[in-house]
């Protein structure tokens, strides 16, 4: 069974960066689908962007486009969201989740607190 | 704004049941994309309920079940238990934005 643990919280100060990693256990990352959710604090979940490491390519919500980069390390079987430019809004929750057919999600990650701050 | 609306809450007593819909448009749910449902317990990382409208990952009770019709798509869940206090999405994906897509979420309180 694919696990998926990501990285720790982080604190950034607006208009710098964050990259955050979702390292897979149990499974080959290669063959799978991993995307990226965020959660707002009390807000709902919003779908960022997907990478199919296989392929070595990332699809990206049109919002966060100019500013999301995701990838995949088939060596370390990690996946990676970095998001630029931050702002006081990117404050949230991010997930990193497998893929499945028919586009479910399943496992998540534990989620990983960013926290934009001056 | 949320492109899959599910009402904001829903509230019911132990050992009844309840529904919880979610409805799309012809880009999504009504363009026969399958619809999910997860869970979100307080603090925690959401969880897969139900996938591809009507089936549940092994270790989701039976109490927990989804349909769909059209547009729309509903979760019902019999037997309310006090652990079923969560938040609950829907998504599905939607074909005029390409991206996946999520209700709002729905609050259920067990009284």
């Known amino acids: 069974q694919v696990q998926l643990e990501q990285s720790g919280a982080e604190v950034k100060k607006p208009g710098s960066s964050v990259k955050v990693s979702c390292k897979a256990s149990g499974g080959s990352l290669s063959f799978n689908t991993i995307s990226w959710v965020r959660q707002v604090p009390g807000q709902g979940l919003e779908w960022m962007g997907r990478t199919i490491p296989i392929l070595g390519i990332g699809f990206y919500a049109q919002k966060f486009q100019a500013r999301v980069t995701i990838t995949a390390d088939k060596s370390t079987n990690t996946a990676y969201l970095e998001l630029s430019s931050l702002r006081f809004e990117d404050t949230a929750v991010y997930y990193c989740a497998r893929e499945r057919a028919q586009v479910s999600f399943d496992p998540w990650g534990q989620g990983t607190l960013v926290t934009v701050s001056s | 704004q949320s492109v899959l609306t599910q009402p904001p809450s829903v509230s019911g007593a132990p050992g009844q049941r309840i529904t919880i819909s979610c409805t799309g448009n012809n880009s999504n749910i009504g363009a026969n994309y399958d619809v999910h449902w997860y869970q979100q317990l307080p603090g925690t990382a959401p969880k897969l309920l139900i996938y591809d409208n009507t089936k549940r990952p092994s270790g989701v009770p039976d109490r927990f079940s989804g349909s769909k019709s059209g547009a729309s798509a509903s979760l019902a869940i019999t037997g309310l238990q006090a652990d079923d206090e969560a938040d609950y999405y829907c998504?599905?994906?939607?074909?005029?934005?390409?991206?996946?897509?999520f209700g709002g979420g729905t609050k259920l309180t067990v009284l």
């Open positions: 998504q599905s994906y939607d074909n005029s934005l390409n991206i996946c897509v």
